[in-house]
């Protein structure tokens, strides 16, 4: 998409394209991690239910997953989950999500295996790793790599190169660092 504007904009090598062009890409890059944002902490998650065939019958099992929150990023109850949920359908989801291989649903963690005799309802319940929300932080991270690619492309000085990959670099960092602190959860 960027490169459809760069080739129907009559290339020069002033500043100020690079500049626009650097722009628009940096707004585009706020607006879709806005919208990410938007959607995975303020949505309501529901209470779901989910259904899984019983090998011997025709009838399924049917589990529920008790939710009604906002901004869980766990695996049984986040934003994420529900949207690929309603729009994709649960049929058409990952059957053997990594979740599974964690403690709380394998007793051969980290690896597959049966299902501990406690083990939460949702450690079956079909999920979609690279989903309609997951989406959207992957083009981020395509529009990224384009902005350090330009910077190569455009930038011949080291030093400005390296000034421009910093400022960028800390402007990331420090939203990074700021989520991190906001959970508690600081990680050396």
Not at 21 to 49: A, S
Not at 92 to 112: E, F, G, V, W
Not at 127 to 134: A, K, N, T, V, Y
Not at 177 to 182: Q, S
Request: charged content about 15%.
């Amino acid at each position: 998409m960027e490169e459809y504007f760069v080739i129907n904009r009559h290339h020069t090598e002033n500043e100020s394209f690079q500049s626009v062009l650097f722009l628009e890409i940096k707004v585009v890059v706020l607006m879709l991690t806005v919208l990410y944002l938007l959607l995975l902490y303020g949505l309501y998650v529901p209470d779901w239910e989910y259904q899984i065939p019983i090998e011997a019958s025709s009838s399924a099992k049917v589990y529920s997953v008790k939710c009604g929150v906002h901004g869980d990023t766990g695996p049984a109850c986040n934003a994420v989950g529900m949207i690929d949920r309603k729009i994709l359908g649960i049929h058409h989801l990952y059957r053997r999500p990594i979740y599974a291989r964690t403690k709380q649903c394998s007793i051969n963690s980290p690896d597959y295996g049966p299902l501990p005799p406690d083990a939460p309802s949702w450690c079956q319940a079909p999920f979609d790793p690279e989903g309609i929300l997951s989406t959207v932080m992957a083009t981020v991270s395509c529009l990224l790599g384009l902005q350090y690619g330009h910077i190569i492309v455009h930038f011949k000085d080291h030093k400005t190169r390296l000034l421009q990959w910093f400022v960028h670099s800390c402007g990331l960092v420090a939203l990074a660092g700021h989520r991190i602190w906001k959970q508690g959860e600081f990680i050396i």
